[in-house]
């Protein structure tokens, strides 16, 4: 890793430039950057399918946000804010993420934290109650014990549907501070299909079914991978110098068909687009543990990558436009080169672009 300052990745952004609600799906403003000469044009998102060629492989990630934010009341009637992090044991394969056992373990968010004391309860709607089952970890997470009194039907995953709402980042306001209706569809993507995330793979937002079609019927390969976006991804960096900072671990998951696809492109000279950092962070993450080719099943990871770093299987990327500082737009720089993201920044700022989650997108080839 090379030596550089948090500050070299910082820029100017006006708080207007910062989406609160998303353009129609499939027609924000997109800009391409060409990464070996810095050009860069402006397009739209329906463009996508003209920008790829037959042959190419497409990687989406299916994870699924689930409403992790939820409410309970103590004792003293107080409300207490909760996001649901990671679930206790740790899953060893996504589909495991909805079993019913008695009681349910969680490390958890808390909003204030100071109320979560032991011998404490919690009180949800539905019948789940929930109490300190463990001390606060480094990360400053507590871990709840969760149980619903009365017979058991369901996980708690199974009734967030009515209990929580979609976790928004904090630079996206609503009144009173939680997500409403409409965001619980436009911040989930079309083809999300495994629950886990606290936060939406954002580049994916921008797809409708037809795009993915128009996608399709050029002869371009579609892919899936799923990695559940947690706090690793959108950590703040809270040190001054980048190789200080670490990754929370994210779990994982390449089907073999998608290793399949996307190892015979390779091989064959075909390019690999990745949608959005996250799918970047899956198939590079999994390359790197297996020689440079992709391998089928679950993992962990924690990468982290930023400029000096080696790409083995990303050849383009689809993505939004990132906080400053932070890992996201590292890990972008990594891709494109520190200099030459900054420049297109800048002209996106200039020109108006839409930034973060509900914002415009880049294309870099």
């Not at 965001?183 to 079309?190: C, E, K, L, R």
């Not at 929370?248 to 073999?256: K, M, Q, S, T, V």
């Not at 590292?330 to 914002?359: D, H, I, K, P, T």
């Amino acid at each position: 890793m090379l030596r550089m300052d948090v500050a070299d990745f910082d820029f100017v952004l006006p708080p207007e430039s910062i989406a609160q609600r998303p353009a129609p799906r499939g027609t924000a403003r997109l800009l391409t950057l060409d990464r070996r000469t810095g050009a860069f044009t402006h397009r739209s998102v329906a463009d996508i399918p003209s920008l790829l060629h037959p042959g190419y492989v497409l990687v989406l990630n299916d994870t699924k946000v689930i409403p992790a934010r939820i409410f309970g009341t103590d004792e003293k009637g107080r409300r207490t804010e909760l996001l649901l992090v990671s679930k206790i044991p740790e899953i060893s394969t996504i589909s495991d993420f909805s079993s019913k056992e008695k009681t349910e373990h969680w490390r958890c968010l808390a909003k204030p934290g100071k109320r979560v004391k032991a011998a404490r309860m919690f009180f949800f709607e539905g019948g789940w109650e929930a109490e300190p089952a463990a001390a606060r970890t480094e990360g400053g997470l507590y871990v709840l014990r969760f149980e619903k009194l009365g017979s058991r039907t369901s996980s708690l995953l199974d009734d967030l549907a009515s209990l929580g709402s979609a976790p928004l980042p904090p630079y996206i306001h609503r009144p009173g501070g939680v997500a409403d209706a409409q965001d619980a569809i436009d911040y989930q993507t079309v083809f999300a299909d495994s629950p886990g995330a606290i936060a939406a793979p954002t580049a994916g937002l921008h797809f409708t079914q037809e795009l993915l079609a128009a996608v399709a019927a050029r002869g371009i390969e579609i892919a899936r991978v799923t990695l559940h976006v947690g706090l690793g991804t959108f950590k703040p960096v809270k040190v001054d110098r980048v190789e200080d900072h670490r990754l929370d671990l994210e779990r994982a998951e390449i089907p073999a068909d998608t290793a399949e696809r996307v190892n015979r492109a390779k091989r064959e000279g075909r390019r690999v687009v990745a949608v959005g950092t996250t799918t970047v962070r899956t198939l590079e993450a999994s390359a790197r543990a297996h020689g440079g080719a992709v391998a089928a099943g679950a993992f962990e990871t924690d990468l982290f990558l930023v400029p000096g770093a080696a790409f083995h299987v990303v050849d383009a990327l689809l993505t939004n436009f990132h906080l400053p500082r932070s890992t996201l737009l590292m890990l972008v720089s990594a891709f494109a080169g520190r200099e030459r993201v900054l420049a297109a920044y800048q002209e996106a700022v200039a020109q108006r672009y839409r930034f973060f989650s509900y914002g415009d997108a880049m294309f870099i080839s």
